[in-house]
């Protein structure tokens, strides 16, 4: 397809620090020349700024939601307790800020963060919520590696979308016609004649990429979704389903200034089982089966002190072994969007992991196409795939730490990963298929980890949540349905009973309080327990 490459590529904001605030907001933005298109951002009109955080800092995250509807906001990648990991279950209804915090675990790389709402990811996604996460730790930052953002570290958050008649964002399986970085569809990036670094996110709703560039030059591919890989690995394609991420640097040391290339996604190429990959040509959608380019590439001047070489080997990565496994967990992807023959219910925890536990989930795709399967929580490692020709080791590319996975159809394919940190009776984790069409038809599932060593005491306590906490208005007692509230009693801190609530336990108002601490006694099938509350 001929096309111009006139906008330069907009660089997300990036912000450091130990405290983000992020505020969700509806905004419009220009995309087109013609109609303003409606759209969603973070901090601004579409996408979000880059989060930059140190592995080993403690981190509190203030998702403000000023949308008309509810939202939830998901750290694609990063392992953190369930509760803040931001799934179906954590709402955040409009008006209200969510404050989770943890500790950044996860080792250098690329993640990001999106909205995960029951149902409604595609769409919150689309329209425009998602933003990047880098995480630096000391291994990585002792690599001579290009590092300065947006000159020879460039994010490249590539999407896929349609647009109506009037210019604004649709949501439907097949027309996604226009491909965006940052954005900016088809835009160009300056690039510095030297080794310049691209961080990749496929954040399309179900497009897979098969990245190249119009000269087929080598890409050195240094990490994969959760670290480093131990060597740079030349490859001229990277296929990156819905979620993946990957890194690599361009060497352009010996390029004149002025000299141009493009990123080329080369779909004539990908298996036709994947969604718009080679036979789909002359496919309504002009993505189909056809090469596209998505960004020109135009050569600048050397920095001062330019990285100039590839680097050595850069980590060593210690898979978890088989033996050590103690639990295979089937994974069989199914038609009409089902994981083991069932859809998502948020009410149903589909599998129990026991903390600590190292297990390998086989992944088995009997339909016809491909899906890129997610597991939040953990980063794993792909034994092998067999695509019905014997189980084969995966390539470089894929030997290095993953959370999503493209499993093609008929393919099996095994990951091990160990649960290791956090565990909680209560809240879930998902699984599920990152095509987010696929997702919000019900392609996910949940599984809990458990601490079986905790006693009963710990497990009532742990069963049940109440939040927020302190709280100005209303308060929320969660405790999922293993173990059902039948009473909360509300004390003051002298012991005398305010009020007694026997429904509604998910919405108590607690508007007519005077400020201060104040005792919840919740009656729950497995026992009681006392809650403080502080009412703001
Ligand atoms: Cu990128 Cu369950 O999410
Ligand atoms: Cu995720
Ligand atoms: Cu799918």
Redesign the pocket.
């Known amino acids: 397809m001929a096309q111009t490459f006139n906008a330069p590529l907009p660089i997300p904001t990036s912000v450091t620090g130990t405290v983000f605030n992020l505020n969700v907001d509806e905004a419009t933005k220009q995309f087109k020349p013609g109609n303003i298109t409606n759209t969603y951002g973070v901090n601004g009109n579409y996408l979000g700024p880059t989060l930059f955080v140190n592995a080993g800092d403690f981190i509190t995250l203030n998702v403000t939601n000023n949308l008309t509807e509810s939202t939830t906001m ?1 750290w ?2 990063m392992h953190v307790p369930a509760e803040d990991d931001g799934g179906p279950h954590s709402l955040i209804g409009v008006g209200d800020t969510w404050s989770p915090d943890f500790m950044v675990k996860n080792k250098a790389s690329m993640y990001w963060y999106h909205p995960h709402k029951m149902g409604l990811t595609n769409y919150q996604v689309s329209m425009g919520i998602a933003g990047i996460i880098i995480v630096n730790d000391a291994e990585e930052s002792a690599l001579n590696l290009p590092r300065t953002y947006g000159v020879d570290d460039i994010p490249l958050v590539i999407q896929t979308k349609s647009f109506d008649v009037n210019n604004q964002i649709q949501i439907s399986s097949q027309m996604d016609d226009t491909s965006m970085v940052n954005g900016e569809i088809t835009p160009y990036a300056n690039a510095p004649a030297q080794m310049v670094r691209f961080r990749a996110l496929n954040g399309s709703s179900s497009r897979t990429l098969n990245i190249g560039t119009d000269d087929n030059r080598t890409l050195y591919q240094i990490s994969s979704d959760g670290g480093l890989l131990e060597n740079p690995v030349p490859v001229t394609r990277i296929l990156l389903s819905n ?1 993946e991420r990957a890194e690599f640097l361009v060497d352009l040391t010996s390029e004149t200034v002025g000299s141009t290339f493009k990123f080329t996604s080369y779909m004539s190429e990908m298996p036709s089982n994947i969604e718009g990959g080679s036979g789909s040509a002359g496919h309504p959608n002009t993505l189909f089966g056809t090469n596209w380019d998505f960004m020109e590439v135009r050569v600048v001047a050397q920095t001062a002190s330019p990285v100039t070489a590839l680097p050595g080997t850069m980590t060593t990565l210690t898979t978890h072994l088989e033996g050590d496994a103690s639990v295979t967990r089937p994974m069989e992807l199914t038609n009409n969007g089902k994981i083991n023959g069932v859809s998502m219910d948020m009410n149903v925890i589909n599998e129990v992991i026991e903390l600590g536990d190292t297990e390998i989930w086989t992944i088995n795709n009997i339909t016809s196409i491909a899906h890129p399967f ?1 597991i ?1 929580d953990v980063q794993f490692f792909i034994l092998d795939r067999d695509d019905g020709g014997g189980a084969v080791p995966p390539s470089a590319t894929e030997a290095g730490l993953k ?1 999503t996975v493209l499993v093609e159809a008929g393919e099996t394919v095994r990951v091990i990963a160990k649960f290791e940190d956090y565990a909680d009776p209560v809240i879930p984790y ?1 699984y599920h298929c990152h095509n987010l069409i696929h997702e919000d038809n019900g392609m996910m599932g949940q599984f809990t980890v458990v601490d079986s060593t905790m006693g009963l005491p710990k497990l009532l306590e742990e069963s049940v949540r109440v939040y927020p906490n302190p709280t100005f208005d209303y308060v929320h007692i969660n405790n999922f349905n293993e173990n059902p509230i039948k009473r909360v009693s509300l004390y003051d801190i002298s012991g005398k009973q305010i009020k007694t609530y026997s429904n509604n336990f998910n919405r108590l108002d607690v508007r007519h309080l005077d400020s201060g601490l104040y005792f919840l006694k919740i009656e729950t099938k497995k026992g009681e327990l006392t809650k403080k509350l502080l009412k703001s």
Do not use: A, K, T, V
């Open positions: 998901h694609h990648g979620g997610h939040h959370d998902m």
